[in-house]
């Protein structure tokens, strides 16, 4: 069984990985999805979807592109984003 979709955790982005890995967690909470659902849409393991979140993987073009899809973005909009949240956190 699925855990309910909660609050996002304030987690840290010390890198553009990990600040990719933020906004795709916000993306998919404001969408009420699990991170099965996710992995479903893309055609990834949930395991992968868990890494590219917690940003221990980077994600290639391609997947970044198919990522960008599932959310009706751009993948510059996308990328943009993360880069604003790791601004944010750099003094």
């Given at each position: 069984m699925a855990k309910p979709i909660g609050?996002?955790?304030k987690r840290e982005a010390g890198n553009l990985g990990e600040a990719l890995?933020?906004?795709l967690t916000r993306l998919r909470v404001a969408k009420r999805w699990s991170q099965q659902k996710v992995s479903e849409m893309l055609?990834?393991?949930?395991?992968y979807i868990r890494q590219l979140e917690k940003g221990a993987k980077s994600p290639t073009l391609r997947t970044l592109s198919h990522i960008a899809e599932v959310y009706?973005?751009?993948?510059s909009v996308l990328?943009?984003?993360?880069e604003r949240i790791l601004a944010r956190e750099r003094p």
């Open positions: 609050t996002v955790k890995g933020v906004e055609g990834y393991d949930v395991t009706s973005l751009r993948v990328v943009g984003r993360a």
